[in-house]
């Protein structure tokens, strides 16, 4: 490859355009909004000249306190200012600078004192303040508009929220502050509704200074997740503090880039070596600090402001004395002095982090230290943590051996994830990692949001803006070659293509701008060659939403223009298309790729992404329609809208949500407006598949029946033909097996005489096959169920595919009905391993429930109950109720065994409440537990009358297991003396049917 190492030029004949001088610049700033209060009346009873006089200290404030903070005045309008921070460049702290900045106004003008008389009772002058940040568009501004122009809402929010604050109050947003708010004291969080924002905005009152100098303090304010891996790391340290111990000079430099854990992983460290050496070692804690530092030697002052007040009969040195009252010309010496002679006593660790932040005298003073100490062969270790830094790398801990620190490995971000978020669905969990990719700092945050907001993360949405700071910052940093370069990299999406980034920018993967982002961790090679791929998604989302909008789409249209030469035509690349014409608001393109990389997407079985494309060539359909548009086309669209929204259909029957059914009953509408009766037939068909996907049984039934009528009418064989196996599925579902069976068999024929032609019959097959074996199985003749499990789980036994975890999980079913709990537990495993692999949160949820409840009949696990109810509250947001009977049954069960009557009563209620869409398979589960409840209280007659109840349920749906469990229950609660006769009744049926962990129970009766 010949690598051009040219300066990355943007403007060569296929580079965009630039984006027009008068659109000004997208930036992330914090905005903070000051407003005196009761301003009106003051202007009442105040002389004009007096009044005059008060504005110009005013002014002259907010002219001396705001630049102090690192802010910009914007504009100063009466009495009120805007001020920025973020600009010319973005600080990882602009959101603390902007409250800090706050709090001291707030209290200069409070003893500003007004000239003039003062009627009585006035309270004195104060402030009420707004803070806010988000994406501003700036602009040089003029006399009129101020020092610039800011276009955005971000600005009107933080004077809202100025409005919304009283005398004297700041309220911060959120988002601006994120987890920089425990630098302060905050009242506690609320909710905003402000005019113009669909959502309530997030915010609380900031009250004061908190006793916070780092971050990593405030993290510890918050709490901390538990801790995890790092054991190379530490086992190094352990080392190099052995050493030390014994005698030696070492200094430790632990390196990584913001967030990676250096912090967290000394104090680990620290804690227990305090812990070990106790008496035999002293520790010395310091930091640096970019913000407020105006104190030269900062971290060694703040070790001996610590030394103050030693430990009772511990002697100090004489150069305590000397250190802590030396002139500044001399402090630095002094303090050598002082750390030199406590090394002559006892081993010593002085750790400072956040050394890239360290003043000049602090490093030379840490190099004299560690080579005297060398000289005098004293027992000193010094840590150091530090992020790398491009300009002058090793500038401040060159001499030092270094820890490199790498990100969380997959299998250590998935602890953090699953201990921060316990509750949280295994595909949160992945979301959060793709994003985070590894840095524990934005897991943190990640799922501190995905906590507080109980949101799922939205793709290209950063999470709050101080994180989105924090990035911005690290790009502000760069040299514009690379700058350039990462902005368009992040155009491109998280994964890119060597040949593109080439073809848009000259520069392939040795090229030193491309080799120096990588450097700084901001992109790497990716598994597959040729590609490279963001370090973090959030990096890459928040240099996304920093890129003008002009600029952006200009990009995306240019990357289409390069993939469509480079084969989009040869149907490859049909999945990037349609995202950058979507992006560019090339909506015919865009629909046209999104269309085909369903289709694409659904014969290789990815169903969630054939989902995804269908759904944004629905979208892109709607921006299509336009007024000059006549009958035929508009027809044509409508036709075509339907036809995606049948084959979305198709590829959400594994994992539908509420939003599907909507899109599915919109294309019914749509069909019946149509008048055409295949259409119609078909979109019946889906929308009934769909709602039955979800556990709308009844619902589904009436359009599955008006989709034969139809289809009968219009003889569309190849849609009767797939019919019996819908109705059927929602016969079974509805436990109406008398005319499920039928309809199943008659599927079951005419889909073996078609398996063999494609895959897609051969999935419909073994579905069909896997009811009937429920079916079966739920009439207690499990080895008949078996058999057919066996047949149907065949071709894909092992394959990975979502039918094999929709067999298990019917599987793992059956085999809890026949109490043989290992197999249940085997089965539901696959079920929920296999149902994540392919992102089926249903069957993922039900194998996690069914195991859990096996593991609970089997053991009494008592994490069962949990694991159930984690379940079932992952199902929840997508609206999904099919089958949800089983999970409160069980719930309900293990709940009246433990005693928790409360919450056991709750799941029988939810479990009933199922029975409404005909979901009976949880109805005597849960009758049961109310009659062990009852029993419990001594209720006798109620207890007698659920059982009763319990027996209805098992014979509606002609089971024979229920009506076997139900009388093994009456044996246990020995309501009368029927109690041996329901034994017997129970323990033949159980060894009729094989129901063997049931017959073991009936045993130990
Ligand atoms: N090994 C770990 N296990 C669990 N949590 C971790 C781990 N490492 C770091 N964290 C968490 O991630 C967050 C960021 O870590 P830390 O503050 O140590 O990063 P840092 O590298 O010091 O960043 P900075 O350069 O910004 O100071 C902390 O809240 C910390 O608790
Ligand atoms: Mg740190």
């Known amino acids: 490859m010949t690598e051009s190492h040219a300066p990355f030029t943007a403007p060569s004949a296929n580079a965009p355009a630039p984006s027009p001088a008068t659109q000004g610049q997208r930036r992330l700033l914090t905005l903070l909004f000051v407003d005196l209060s009761g301003s009106t009346s003051m202007a009442e009873w105040m002389e004009a000249e007096h009044y005059a006089t008060m504005l110009a200290g005013l002014r002259a404030l907010y002219e001396r306190i705001v630049p102090h903070h690192g802010g910009v005045i914007a504009r100063i309008q009466g009495d009120g200012m805007l001020a920025v921070f973020g600009h010319p460049e973005v600080r990882e702290d602009d959101g603390r600078r902007a409250t800090e900045a706050a709090l001291e106004l707030h209290a200069a003008v409070r003893s500003l004192v007004p000239p003039g008389p003062k009627p009585a009772g006035f309270p004195g002058l104060t402030l009420h303040s707004g803070i806010h940040a988000g994406i501003v568009l700036v602009n040089d501004g003029d006399q009129m508009r101020g020092r610039f122009e800011l276009l955005g809402n971000a600005p009107n929010i933080a004077a809202r929220l100025s409005e919304a604050a009283k005398a004297n109050e700041i309220i911060a947003s959120e988002e601006s502050l994120g987890l920089q708010s425990q630098f302060f004291e905050t009242g506690p969080r609320f909710l905003l509704q402000l005019r113009g924002r669909a959502t309530p905005l997030a915010a609380y009152r900031v009250l004061g200074r908190a006793a916070v100098g780092r971050r990593f303090d405030a993290s510890v304010r918050r709490g901390l997740a538990p801790f995890v891996g790092r054991d190379a790391e530490l086992a190094t340290l352990d080392a190099a503090l052995a050493a030390a111990l014994a005698g030696r000079t070492l200094w430790l430099g632990i390196r990584a880039g913001a967030g990676v854990g250096k912090t967290r992983l000394t104090e680990e460290f620290l804690r227990h070596a305090h812990a070990q050496a106790d008496q035999a070692l002293r520790i010395h804690r310091g930091y640096c600090e970019s913000y407020l530092s105006a104190e030269p030697l900062q971290p060694f002052l703040q070790m001996l402001r610590h030394m103050d007040s030693p430990a009772p009969g511990e002697d100090m ?56 100490a060398a000289a005098q062969g004293l027992p000193l270790l010094l840590l150091t943590a530090s992020r790398p830094q491009p300009a002058l790398p090793g500038a401040n801990d060159g001499d030092a051996e270094i820890i490199e620190l790498p990100p969380l490995t997959e299998l250590e971000a998935a602890r953090a994830v699953q201990q921060l978020l316990p509750q949280s669905d295994p595909f949160i969990a992945a979301e959060v990692q793709r994003h985070a990719g590894g840095n524990p700092l934005f897991i943190e945050e990640l799922c501190h949001a995905a906590a507080d907001t109980g949101e799922r993360l939205v793709e290209g949405q950063s999470s709050s803006a101080w994180l989105a700071a924090l ?481 209805g349920a098992g014979e509606q749906r002609n089971s024979d297991h229920e009506a076997a469990v139900t009388a093994l229950l009456e044996a246990e609660l020995k309501l009368d003396d029927s109690w041996q006769a329901a034994l017997e009744r129970a323990r033949s049926a159980f060894e009729r049917m094989g129901m063997t962990g049931f017959l073991e129970r009936a045993q130990r009766l």
């Not at 932040?357 to 003073?365: G, H, I, K």
């Not at 005489?753 to 019959?761: F, G, L, Y």
Request: proline share 4%; charged share 20%.
């Open 471 to 951: 990035v911005e910052s690290r790009v502000g940093r760069l040299p514009p070659e690379q700058a350039q370069l990462v902005r368009l990299s992040a155009v491109i999406g998280n994964v890119i293509p060597v040949w593109l980034l080439q073809a848009l920018t000259g520069c392939g993967e040795q090229h030193p701008a491309v080799q120096a982002l990588a450097a700084q961790d901001f992109i790497f090679p990716d598994q597959t060659p040729g590609h490279l791929r963001f370090k973090h998604g959030i990096t890459r989302d928040v240099i996304y939403e920093a890129t003008g909008l002009h600029e952006r789409q200009a990009l995306h249209r240019h990357i289409s223009a390069q993939l469509s030469a480079r084969g989009g035509a040869a149907g490859q690349l049909h999945e990037q298309l349609a995202y950058h014409d979507a992006a560019a608001n090339d909506w015919p393109a865009a629909a046209h790729h999104a269309e085909a990389a369903g289709d694409q997407a659904l014969v290789a079985s990815a169903l969630d992404r054939a989902k995804k494309q269908f759904r944004a060539a629905l979208a892109a359909l709607e921006f299509l329609q336009t007024p000059e548009e006549d009958d035929g086309q508009a027809r044509e669209r409508r036709r075509r809208w339907v036809g995606i929204a049948q084959r979305l259909g198709m590829a959400c029957v594994f994992d539908a949500s509420q939003d599907d059914l909507r899109v599915l009953k919109h294309a019914a509408a749509l069909a019946q407006a149509d008048g055409e009766p295949g259409l119609i037939a078909r979109t019946e068909y889906w929308l009934s598949y769909v709602g039955y996907a979800l556990g709308e049984t009844r619902d589904s039934l009436a359009h599955a029946n008006a989709a034969v009528a139809v289809a009968q009418r219009c003889g569309d064989d190849a849609l009767l033909a797939q019919l019996p196996g819908t109705v059927g599925q929602l016969q079974a579902a509805a436990a109406n097996y008398a005319e499920a069976l039928p309809m199943l068999d008659l599927a079951i024929a005419r889909q073996r005489q078609r398996a063999s032609k494609s895959p897609a019959n051969q999935i419909g097959l073994s579905y069909s096959l896997c009811c009937r074996a429920y079916v079966l199985g739920d009439q207690g003749l499990f080895e008949q169920a078996h058999e057919v499990f066996a047949e149907a789980l065949a071709p894909f036994d092992g394959s990975g595919h979502a039918v094999e975890a929709s067999i298990q999980g019917w599987r793992a079913a059956v085999f809890l009905w026949q109490g043989r709990w290992a197999e249940a537990r085997g089965s539901a495993a696959t079920a929920h391993r296999v149902g994540a692999q392919v992102r089926s949160m249903f069957t993922c949820a039900m194998g996690h429930a069914a195991g859990a409840y096996g593991a609970w009949m089997q053991d009494a696990d008592a994490t069962a109950r949990q694991r159930i109810l984690d379940a079932t509250a992952w199902l929840a947001p997508r609206g999904g109720g099919l089958y949800s009977s089983f999970n409160h049954g069980w719930l309900a069960d293990i709940l009246s065994t433990q005693g928790d009557a409360g919450a056991a009563r709750h799941h029988v209620a939810m479990a009933l409440k199922r029975g409404r869409q005909h979901d009976w398979i949880g109805g005597a589960m849960a009758y049961r537990a109310a009659a062990r409840l009852a029993a419990r209280m001594g209720d006798v007659p109620r207890a007698k009358r659920y059982l009763g109840l319990a027996r």
């Open 317 to 372: 040195p004489p150069e305590l004395f000397a250190a802590q009252h030396s002139a500044p010309g001399q402090r630095a010496d002094a303090l050598l002095a002082l750390l030199l002679a406590l090394a002559r006593r006892t081993p010593q660790l002085v750790f400072i982090d956040d050394l890239q932040w360290a003043d000049d005298a602090s490093l030379r003073l840490l190099h004299r230290l560690r080579a005297g």
